[in-house]
């Protein structure tokens, strides 16, 4: 039998499930802001996670990383 309730964890937050998203990323400068951003939506809309993203710069020569580190 489950109980209903949210699990609570020694500091009082919700103990809920973590999701790591790792976006491994070359030469990306005109499709990672719009990306990012449907991704964030669609996380923000399903929000029984915790989750972060890393955006993993493979040493690109265009403004990829800029973008990703706003």
């Known amino acids: 039998m489950t109980n209903k309730k949210a699990i609570q964890n020694n500091y009082g937050q919700n103990n809920r ?3 790591l998203i ?3 990323v070359y ?3 005109k499709a990672l802001r719009r990306g990012v951003e449907r991704l964030t939506s669609f996380l ?8 972060k993203i890393v955006i993993a710069d493979k040493n690109t ?3 990829t990383g800029n973008i990703g580190r706003e």
């Open 17 to 19: 499930p973590t999701v």
């Open 22 to 24: 790792v976006l491994p």
């Open 27 to 29: 030469n990306e400068e």
């Open 44 to 51: 923000r809309d399903h929000n029984k996670y915790d989750w």
């Open 61 to 63: 020569h265009d403004n």
